[in-house]
């Protein structure tokens, strides 16, 4: 007999990364075009449907805040977005932010199970971000619909 359907993962929500130059994280994730939401314990940052919290330093590193890996410190974060326009708009958009590409562009396989082409830089406390664009669908499978 099968297993009931009483749900499923469906996706990712949030990730939460701690942060240690607060100001100059939220000056560069606006400045990518991230809507930004400050709070007193914590800065979300909007990727569509999802969000990374970053805790502030007086958050991660108080004695009593446990909901962090215990050796998270950063940079610790390794994050991948999609970019959905060209890579001259990307690289101009880097130039916008003041973010040095550090690696790319380099072909990468995906979370979408699909190859793209990858950029990567840094936020100003040193985490890895990397941008991907795909190809779009109808040259990714090599035809129309139909």
């Known amino acids: 007999m099968p297993p009931e359907d009483d749900g499923s993962i ?3 929500d949030h990730v939460s990364l701690p942060m240690q130059r607060a100001e100059a994280m939220v000056a560069f994730y606006r400045s990518l075009g991230f809507e930004v939401a400050e709070h007193p314990y914590v800065v979300s940052v909007y990727v569509g449907d999802q969000m990374i919290n970053l805790h502030r330093p007086e958050t991660w ?5 446990s909901l962090r890996a215990p050796a998270a410190t950063p940079p ?4 991948c977005f999609v970019w959905d326009g060209t890579p001259a708009a990307l690289h101009g958009l880097f130039g916008r932010a003041g973010a040095e590409i550090e690696e790319g562009p ?3 396989h995906g979370g979408r199970r699909a ?3 990858s950029v990567y ?6 985490n890895l971000l990397e941008f991907m664009i795909y190809p779009p669908e109808d040259q990714e499978s ?3 619909a139909g």
């Open 10 to 12: 469906r996706g990712f």
């Open 61 to 65: 590193q108080g004695e009593g805040f």
């Open 76 to 79: 610790c974060g390794d994050l």
């Open 106 to 108: 380099v072909e990468r």
């Open 115 to 117: 190859k793209g082409t």
């Open 121 to 126: 830089v840094r936020d100003p406390d040193g």
């Open 142 to 144: 090599g035809s129309g």
